[in-house]
């Protein structure tokens, strides 16, 4: 059974940037079926897509966000990571790796991390 | 690239019937039958109950039904029961493997 977990530093400064990483197993990050993506969640509030990238290294990021995310893969790990720099407390919020379907439930993000907490503040 | 819009808030008694309705525009919901509905309970991670429009994961009861008409999509849950209070997210694939989520709605059993 495919699982997804996030980890990285539950507290981040300032102007530095955030750094996560979701680790996949039960299975491979490489299969051509599926992208895999990064959604948060502020405190109290709704989801929010982040970006999604392809076992390729192909990535696609949110246009509200772009300037400040980078999504990269790590196919002999089966990881994948977000950074997202010049953070504020804006983004304070639940980071959640999801799998996105590509050729089977196209654009359904079907299996979600946990969640990790990542806040903002000095 | 603005978030989806839908009701703050759908209430309904046991048994009964509700829509969540998750309106978008001629770029997202519009122009593609890749919207998904997703179910949250608090401290939970989301999860899948609806994808292309209509389709049910396995394992998702059959209470839950979507659909679309236009630049809006829908989700049906019928025979209401306790466990169907949660926060509801509808998502949909907006061209160039961009996703664009709903504002939440909040479903609260009577």
């Known amino acids: 059974q495919l699982q997804l977990q996030e980890s990285g530093p539950g507290l981040v400064k300032p102007s530095e940037t955030l750094s996560l990483t979701c680790t996949v197993s039960?299975?491979?990050?490489?299969?051509?079926?599926?992208?895999w993506g990064w959604i948060r969640q502020p405190p109290g509030k709704g989801l929010e897509w982040i970006g999604s990238?392809?076992?390729?290294?192909?990535?696609y990021y949110n246009p509200s966000l772009k300037s400040r995310v980078t999504i990269s893969v790590d196919t002999s790990k089966n990881q994948f990571s977000l950074k997202l720099s010049s953070v504020t407390a804006a983004d304070t919020a639940v980071y959640y790796c999801?799998?996105?379907?590509?050729?089977?439930?196209?654009?359904?993000?079907?299996?979600w991390g946990q969640g990790t907490m990542v806040t903002v503040s000095s | 690239q603005s978030a989806l819009t839908q009701p703050a808030s759908v209430s309904g008694s046991p048994g009964q019937s509700i829509t969540i309705s998750c309106t978008g525009t001629?770029?997202?919901?519009?122009?593609?039958?890749?919207v998904s509905w997703y179910q949250q309970h608090p401290g939970k991670a989301p999860k899948l109950m609806i994808y292309?429009?209509?389709k049910r994961p396995s394992g998702v009861s059959n209470r839950f039904s979507g659909s679309k008409s236009g630049n809006t999509a829908s989700l049906t849950i019928s025979g209401l029961q306790a466990e169907d209070e949660a926060d509801y997210y509808c998502?949909?694939?907006?061209?160039?493997?961009?996703?664009?989520f709903g504002t939440g709605t909040k479903v609260t059993v009577l």
């Open positions: 998502c949909s694939y907006a061209g160039s493997s961009l996703y664009v």
């Open positions: 990238i392809y076992y390729s290294g192909s990535t």
């Open positions: 039960g299975g491979s990050i490489s299969s051509s079926s599926y992208y």
């Open positions: 999801a799998r996105i379907g590509y050729s089977y439930a196209d654009g359904a993000f079907d299996i």
């Open positions: 292309e429009v209509s």
């Open positions: 001629s770029s997202d919901v519009g122009s593609y039958n890749l």
